[in-house]
């Protein structure tokens, strides 16, 4: 009875060392200029999502949330964050580097082609190579869509399917009953961009995607945390377990 008891106590311990493993981190595009951390985390067999950050150099809280959602545990399904996009463009604060292009209007990218197609490529193959059912592009925006129109600043532009637009109500509902301020909260209605990340995997069978635009006239870590927040409903709506 006791040896079966320390027996449990142990196995107990090793799924709990487990579950709190690094993410295994690979790399995408090595050996470029353009190379950039993947890190993915996997749990139980389930459904993967692919959360991204940093695609744009001059919205950073999306690159912040993605570090921070890389560190989840994963207890179900596969997680894959890509935290910094585009690099280059993050280390010099701008939208993106000329010689690279705007990638989020590159996809789905060409592996020959400019170097925003080449890294829209490279997404893509990871999105095929996992199975992505789930596709989360963080991004930013000048204002507040509640107080101008013409921004996209607190919106999840959600794929032009039933499912996304479903997730999107949720997640919706989800940070604004985190949010006070009717200015902040945000808003449901607008469809991501063509040639973006999430405009393409939407087209795909099965497929949730979502291009969240925060405002950026709200404190660094404000919208950070309103980034993982999102994250976490749509990760949860999706069936993959994670803290
Ligand atoms: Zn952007």
Redesign the pocket.
Same mark, same amino acid.
């Given at each position: 009875m006791r040896i079966s008891l320390i027996v449990l106590a142990l196995l107990v311990l090793a799924t709990a060392v487990a579950a709190a493993a690094p993410p295994e981190q690979n790399i995408l595009l090595p050996g470029t200029p353009y190379a950039t951390e993947v890190y993915v985390s996997r749990g139980a067999p389930g459904p993967a999502a692919l959360v991204m950050g940093g695609? *744009?150099g001059n /919205?950073p809280a999306?690159a912040l949330a993605a570090e921070q959602v890389s560190g989840f545990a994963v207890s179900k399904g596969t997680l894959i964050v890509i935290p910094r996009v585009n690099k280059l463009a993050l280390a010099a604060g701008i939208?993106t580097l000329p010689e690279i292009g705007d990638i989020?209007r590159a996809y789905p990218g060409r592996a020959d082609g400019t170097p925003a197609e080449r890294i829209a490529a490279a997404v893509e193959a990871l999105i095929a190579q996992y199975r992505v059912s789930l596709l989360v592009d963080l *991004? /930013?925006?000048r204002t507040f869509h509640r107080l101008d129109h013409t921004s996209l600043g607190q919106m999840i532009l959600f794929a032009a399917n039933d499912r996304s637009a479903e997730l999107a109500l949720t997640a919706i509902d989800h940070i604004n009953a985190l949010i006070a301020d009717p200015v902040k909260k945000f808003a449901f209605g607008a469809h991501p961009i063509p040639g973006s990340a999430a405009y393409h995997a939407g087209t795909a069978p099965g497929l949730a995607a979502f291009?969240v /635009?925060t405002s950026g006239r709200q404190p660094l870590e404000e919208r950070a945390a309103q980034h993982v927040a999102i994250v976490r409903s749509l990760l949860r709506q999706e069936g993959v377990e994670a803290q």
């Open positions: 695609v *744009h /919205e999306g939208r989020n *991004h /930013e925006a291009t /635009e």
